[in-house]
């Protein structure tokens, strides 16, 4: 059901919206003060709309702002979650420097890690990779010096 001042006034434009939310009308009478009452564009009604657009965006930003605080401490978990998946999957050997990848401490450990993942796990065969276009080709771990 429409609320009166959700309808459109005597001129027939369309309601207009802030933050999602119909607040009143947006025609060309807005700039004169209707004294008929047939349209509720005056200046006092405005002046309400301008306070109320206000107070309500800034509500919408905090909410925005913590929605995000939130999103991001469930990125967190999931991210634990599959650190923890993951590490539980990979040779004992190699979860010391797993750790140290992931907790952000040494970019050393972050191409070591990488490189023994994707030749799974086995330190002679990242030594041995083919991979030439991989962008850790040069620096990758366990290489014979020549």
Same mark, same amino acid.
């Not at 509720?40 to 965006?57: D, G, H, K, P, R």
């Not at 998946?85 to 040494?106: E, L």
């Given at each position: 059901?429409? =609320?009166?001042?959700?309808? =459109? ?6 309601? /207009? ?7 009143? /009308? ?5 700039? +004169? ?11 006092? /009604? ?18 925005? +702002? ?8 469930e990125r967190e978990k999931k991210r634990r979650a ?26 050393? #450990?972050?191409?070591?890690? /990488? ?22 080709? #040069? ?8």
């Open positions: 059901m429409q =609320k009166s001042w959700q309808k =459109k006034c005597h001129c027939r434009h369309e309601p /207009f919206s802030g933050c999602g939310q119909v607040v009143g /009308f947006h025609c060309p009478c807005v700039s +004169a003060a209707v004294s008929d009452g047939d349209c509720l564009t005056s200046s006092y /009604f405005l002046t309400v709309i301008a306070i109320w657009q206000s107070t309500n965006c800034e509500r919408n930003l905090s909410m925005s +702002a913590k929605s995000e605080k939130s999103a991001a401490v599959k650190i923890a998946q993951r590490r539980a999957q990979m040779p004992r050997k190699y979860r010391r420097t797993y750790d140290r990848a992931v907790s952000g401490k040494s970019l050393r #450990a972050c191409v070591d890690s /990488f490189c023994l993942e994707c030749c799974g796990w086995k330190s002679q065969e990242v030594s041995l990779c083919t991979s030439l276009a991989c962008p850790l080709y #040069a620096v990758r771990p366990y290489q014979t010096r020549s």
